[in-house]
């Protein structure tokens, strides 16, 4: 792989880590989403690095599939499932605050380099050396799915995992095939489409989409 292909291919994988790290940072859940737009348009761009490399089309059109579907429809999806519930929404009270947050990320970081270790030592290779980073992003959406309290932050938190899993596939197996990743495509945006649909009901039937407050409900 020449250098400058090395180089962009780290970049963007660089940007879905600290795409994945801000979100746990901030807690304004419209900027939540723009910056899980921005994650869907870094990998977006890591596929069209290795559709380059390998000069294959069919990755290409993966690219563009996965810069239309996670940097543009998933987001306008959950902007469109916060915009009945007003200006300045934010996750007002997660599990763990912003300092325990971040080192908790810090430490699942360093989790996925002795965990995937093995793996880049088995094939070591620009892309396969990028592999600690995919499931880093993989536990950080994990992290954020356990640790939030509103419906859309947890949704965000899913689609980290999916995009950190997507990002280790393409790496690992230098591309998994178009037919197979219109199938997961498609299968996220259904899921999402129930989840936005779920959301508003909960906006629509309790006035709030915060997990903590709907808890109170049972009592």
């Known amino acids: 792989m020449p250098t400058q292909t090395v180089e962009l291919l780290n970049i963007t994988a660089g940007t ?38 390998e000069g294959s089309a069919e990755l290409a059109a993966v690219a563009a599939g996965l810069l239309v579907l996670r940097g543009a429809v998933l987001p306008w999806l959950l902007l469109r499932a916060l915009s009945e519930a007003g200006p ?16 908790a990320a ?29 499931i880093a992003v993989v536990l950080i959406g994990f992290l954020v799915l356990v640790t939030r309290r509103h419906a859309v932050s947890q ?14 596939g393409f790496l690992t197996t230098s591309g ?6 219109v199938g997961v495509a ?21 006035g709030d989409t915060d997990l903590d407050e709907l808890r109170e409900l049972r009592d």
């Open 16 to 53: 879905l880590l600290l795409t994945a790290v801000l979100v746990l940072w901030r807690r304004e859940l419209k900027v939540i989403v723009r910056v899980f737009a921005l994650q869907g348009v870094a990998l977006a761009g890591l596929v069209a690095v290795l559709a380059w490399d």
């Open 88 to 103: 300045g929404r934010r996750e007002t009270r997660p599990v763990l605050n912003v300092a325990a947050s971040l080192l």
């Open 106 to 134: 810090a430490a699942l970081t360093l989790l996925a380099l002795a965990v995937s270790a093995p793996l880049v030592a088995l094939a070591p290779s620009p892309s396969t050396r990028a592999v600690p980073i995919a």
């Open 155 to 168: 949704l965000v938190g899913f689609l980290l995992m999916d995009n950190g899993i997507t990002a280790a």
């Open 176 to 181: 998994i095939g178009l037919v197979v990743e």
């Open 186 to 206: 498609l299968d996220v945006l259904l899921v999402v489409l129930v989840l936005v649909l779920l959301t508003g009901r909960m906006r629509d039937a309790f």
